[in-house]
């Protein structure tokens, strides 16, 4: 083969060669009255990249350098952790400066229930998996309930594995929390559920992420 020819498909080959992106890189993050600040680089040009802690979340879209800056007004961190992600490079896991915990402790055993709503509990720890997208439901049984949007679930001490939200409703009677654990421990919450009628009920849940 002339050795041009062989030249060029050297140089093709090298550019279909899979290359590793690093990590998006976080220079500054911080949380004051509510009002969110983060700053950074290595974000995949012109894709929305978002920071999200356990309760909320707030993005913009990168520009062409990768760079972004992402603002938010009414934005919690009651472990004063977020993480930053494009959900292509990987992502950045970052405890927000000027945040004060906010985490209320479990009361163990859980405060009793009012009527005949009831979470179904698992029995034992659920364990995740560090960095793989996982998702937790919770059941309920004997709530009254005419259809989606009926019962609310509010996690009221502890807190989910940093990576993940919620919860979030599913369907008429259940709810979840979703989303990619990225901070290896053990997570103890408390959920409690409302349905229409005013009737309670509180669990406590533990999650490993290994």
């Known amino acids: 083969m002339h050795r041009s020819l062989l030249i060029l498909v050297a ?6 060669l899979p ?9 500054k993050a911080s ?3 509510g009002q969110l600040r983060v700053e950074g680089s290595n974000a995949a040009p012109g894709i929305f990249t978002t920071a999200e802690s356990t309760t909320s979340a707030a993005g913009i879209r990168s520009d062409t350098k990768g760079q972004f800056k992402i603002q938010a ?9 977020i993480v930053v ?7 950045a896991t970052v405890r927000i400066s000027g945040c004060t915990p906010t985490t209320v402790p479990v009361t163990t055993p859980p405060p009793a229930s009012s009527g ?10 659920t364990t995740f998996t560090r960095n793989t997208n ?10 009254a309930t005419n259809g989606f949007g009926d019962l609310r679930f509010v996690v009221t001490g502890g807190s989910i594995p940093v990576g993940m939200s919620g919860p979030n409703l599913q369907g008429p009677d259940s709810a979840n929390i979703i989303g990619t654990p990225t901070l290896a421990g053990t997570y103890t919450f408390q959920l409690q559920v ?17």
């Open 134 to 143: 996982s998702t937790l439901y919770f059941p309920t049984t004997g709530c």
């Open 11 to 16: 140089a093709f080959a090298a550019l279909a």
């Open 194 to 210: 409302t349905d229409r009628l005013g009737q309670t009920d509180f669990e406590n849940y533990t999650i490993v992420v290994a």
């Open 31 to 33: 949380l004051s009255a």
């Open 73 to 81: 007004t009414n934005f919690t961190a009651p472990d004063c952790t």
């Open 85 to 91: 992600s494009d959900r292509q490079t990987p992502s």
């Open 116 to 125: 005949t709503c009831r979470l179904v509990t698992p029995a034992g720890a």
């Open 19 to 27: 290359t590793t992106a690093s990590a998006v890189t976080v220079s």
